[in-house]
């Protein structure tokens, strides 16, 4: 069974950073694409960004696009989103998800497997 554990969320000012880690376990990923999502109060969940396990092809929403950054850990099982430069309309709930297939995904659709969520609170 497939366990995704997002950490890393708090209150960040405007301007500021943060950085989300996503905790994988269950099976191996080799084969796998992971992405992180975001939903904000009375919103439909959005894509953010996205990366293959192995490859490290990567896939970005333009709405952050040169702020944020993913990344993994292969060793450690561990996916990372790095946000900068934050702005009061990232404040969302932010997740974690998995797809057993090796490729950069978009829609929540293609995905199998979710986080329980991360709050990330943007203030101005």
């Known amino acids: 069974q497939v366990q995704l554990v997002e950490s890393g969320g708090g209150l960040v000012q405007a301007g500021g950073s943060l950085r989300l880690s996503c905790a994988a376990s269950?099976?191996?990923?080799?084969?796998?694409?992971l992405a992180w999502f975001r939903q904000a109060p009375g919103k439909e969940r959005e894509f953010v960004t996205a990366?293959?396990?192995?490859?490290?092809?990567?896939l970005y929403s333009d709405s952050v696009k040169g702020r944020f950054t993913i990344s993994r850990d292969n060793a450690k099982n561990t996916l990372y989103l790095q946000m900068n430069s934050l702005k009061p309309d990232d404040t969302a709930v932010y997740y974690c998800?998995?797809?057993?297939?090796?490729?950069?995904?978009?829609?929540?659709?293609?995905?199998?497997?979710w986080g329980q969520g991360t709050q990330v609170t943007v203030s101005s």
């Open positions: 990366i293959t396990w192995i490859g490290g092809r990567t």
């Open positions: 269950g099976r191996t990923f080799s084969n796998y694409g």
């Open positions: 998800a998995a797809a057993a297939r090796l490729v950069a995904l978009a829609k929540t659709t293609d995905y199998d497997y």
